[in-house]
């Protein structure tokens, strides 16, 4: 259990946090979340003790180990898989050890823990991690030194998930994961033995991955049960009636004010005037709730061109002498909304850069309208900006001509108000460098615009106002995202970039989805000479179905009586110290329905694997 009992912080004489409390009952999963600069970070910091309070207390349970991805894995000749394995620091001093060791007792207490946090199979499961970020096999032999920043990124990830801490903080887990790695990500921590707390600002995650949300705002923490839908849902409905009150409480104010106003000077009516001037001084205020700053994008839309604005037929391209994509036989429309799917490595962004101009056609023939103008963002262009100059300063330079009032409002269309017009981007935020690269990249009205990770560094308001422009944007949008929920608004056509080519993937994200988790699950060995089964009957599949039916129905259950005692464990006041007794009684039911729940799981996927092999039969 993680306690934040009335904590106390600021940095340069801002406060930070003031008074603020929350508890976290053990194995739980919370998304942490609140506008940017609010505190997230620093929160995670208070909690490793990186950071000194200036009051309250954060207590852990004693000897809880709490991990988390500080920086990337370090450069050097040691293979990920090596490295990996080496980030379970007690399993790697043990097997030392076990080299070593000569007194037959001790030789006997090595052996015996290594049996206990089950070190024969560690190399399997670091496997397993490094495969679901996205290295391959071959990858894995490799020395980190091989590997770039991002990737090693990775790298760090998979160690902290392999050591397994008893409280795990991820800050921005996905921002160097691709589609594919934040979907098996997302899963991963779904099934993680341990308490997880993570800053993210992925909707799906957030929906999926966690079962409460821990909001920071106006330096104080709430602890909301569901996912980020339900919270804010939740928040907004606590908003409305907060504001009411407040509406109320003027008018109720403005009436006995109004009272006094007209009677104070009237010896008849002093003391009524004076009663009612007690009354106002009493009343304590019902603030209303700040409107949050609506976050904005203004694309500038485009010309009508005829179609096909691009059309490819043949095509291949690649990097010097070698081809990473061949037979590309494609259409683009000035009206498309087109999402590029397929794991790391397999060519998106290679053909983002074709699309964009910026890598050769080395094979077949391309058509594009005369007239086109192509917008290119890619998450590198943000660390390419001028750090030294302002955001003023770079619109300056691509457009000399312009007033600067014109390029004033420009910027404010894409959020960078005067404050931050005036400011080296140097000392800008992630999200507000990702505006003034989404800027440079629309200055020219582009009738096709192409973004590969574009959210990375974005708020969730941020990326609602993404959606908002790219719905309204009358260009075409070619789209590569981790971020499920912005494929999922503003995608309506899908390209699977596979095996060397690129064709239309006809299922929705949903399904694709799907089948990557499906492909995650060990494939299981099939009997040489195993005689084939018999096609299952009418009344089979439908018991099968049944069957699925009825295991659903239990995980849902038992899921409702999983929230019921999370919001019990939430409760702060079953943690004072008169009733230790009472809250391990309710620690101990969490944990078993917990483990009837996983129990629960199993069954339903087994079934559904019964049905899905039947109706494949």
């Not at 940095?11 to 997230?40: C, D, M, Q, T, Y």
């Not at 992630?430 to 582009?446: E, N, V």
């Not at 179905?545 to 019921?564: D, F, G, P, T, Y």
Request: hydrophobic letters at 40%; one cysteine or more; charged letters at 30%.
């Amino acid at each position: 259990m993680l306690r934040i009992d009335d904590i106390s912080f600021s940095i340069e004489g801002r406060p930070l946090f003031e008074g603020a409390s929350a508890v976290i009952p053990a194995g739980h999963k919370v998304g942490l979340v609140g506008p940017n600069g609010a505190g997230k970070t620093t929160l995670f910091r208070l909690i490793r003790g990186e950071l000194t309070l200036d009051g309250g207390e954060i207590s852990l349970p004693e000897r809880a180990r709490i991990g988390g991805v500080a920086q990337e894995a370090p450069a050097n000749d040691m293979s990920l898989i090596e490295t990996v394995l080496a980030a379970d620091t007690e399993r790697a001093a043990l097997m030392a050890e076990a080299e070593t060791a000569t007194d037959p007792h001790r030789i006997a207490e090595v052996q015996t823990r290594l049996a206990d946090i089950d070190a024969w199979s560690a190399e399997g499961r670091a496997a397993a991690i490094l495969k679901g970020l996205g290295f391959s096999e071959a990858d894995q032999q490799r020395p980190s030194s091989d590997f770039s920043g991002g990737w090693r990124m990775r790298l760090a990830l998979a160690g902290v998930l392999f050591a397994e801490p008893d409280l795990l903080l991820l800050d921005e887990p996905t921002n160097y994961l691709d589609l594919e790695g934040a979907l098996w990500l997302e899963s991963y921590l779904m099934r993680y033995p341990h308490t997880v707390i993570v800053i993210s600002h992925d909707r799906g995650l957030l929906n999926r991955a966690v079962g409460a949300i821990l909001h920071l705002e106006a330096r104080k923490l709430t602890l909301y049960q569901g996912g980020y839908d339900t919270f804010a849902r939740t928040r907004a409905e606590r908003r409305a009636v907060q504001a009411a009150a407040a509406r109320k409480q003027d008018e109720r104010r403005a009436h006995l004010q109004s009272f006094v106003d007209r009677f104070r000077a009237k010896a008849s009516k002093a003391k009524q005037a004076q009663a009612r001037l007690k009354m106002i001084a009493k009343m304590e205020t019902i603030t209303a709730p700040e409107d949050a700053a609506k976050r904005v994008f203004t694309f500038p839309q485009p010309d009508a061109l005829s179609p096909p604005i691009v059309a490819l037929e043949g095509g291949a391209t690649g990097y010097g002498d070698r081809q990473v994509l061949k037979k590309l036989t494609l259409r683009i429309d000035q009206d498309d909304r087109i999402a590029l799917l397929g794991r790391n490595g397999q060519g998106k962004s290679t053909l983002s850069k074709l699309l964009a101009d910026r890598l050769p056609l080395m094979e077949g023939k391309m058509t594009r309208s005369s007239k086109l103008r192509i917008g290119y963002f890619a998450q590198h262009q943000v660390d390419e900006l001028y750090l030294d100059e302002t955001p003023l300063q770079h619109l300056q330079r691509e457009r000399p001509d312009t007033p600067p009032a014109r390029l004033r409002a420009q910027l404010a269309g894409f959020g960078l108000m005067a404050a931050q017009a005036e400011t080296e981007v140097g000392r800008l935020s992630g999200g507000q460098k990702a505006r003034l690269s989404l800027l440079l990249a629309t200055l020219d009205a582009p009738h096709m615009l192409i973004l590969d990770e574009p959210t990375n560094h974005l708020d969730i308001e941020s990326r609602e106002a993404l959606v908002e422009a790219l719905t309204d944007y009358s260009g075409a949008v070619i789209l590569v995202s981790h971020d499920m929920h912005l494929l999922s608004l503003v995608a309506d056509r899908l390209w699977l970039v596979k095996d060397g080519t690129v064709t239309p993937y006809d299922e929705d994200l949903d399904a694709y989805r799907a089948m990557l988790l499906t492909q995650e699950k060990p494939a299981k060995a099939e009997k040489a000479a195993a005689p084939k089964a018999p096609k299952p009957t009418r009344d089979e599949i439908l018991a099968l179905r049944a069957e699925v039916r009825k295991c659903e129905a239990r995980v849902e259950k038992i899921e409702e009586m999983r929230e019921k005692l999370a919001t019990k464990l939430a409760d702060p006041a079953l943690y004072e110290d008169t009733r230790a007794g009472e809250l391990a009684t309710w620690n101990k039911k969490y944990a078993e329905v917990m483990d009837g729940l996983h129990r629960a799981e199993a069954l339903w996927e087994a079934a559904l694997e019964k049905l899905e092999a039947a109706q494949a039969a």
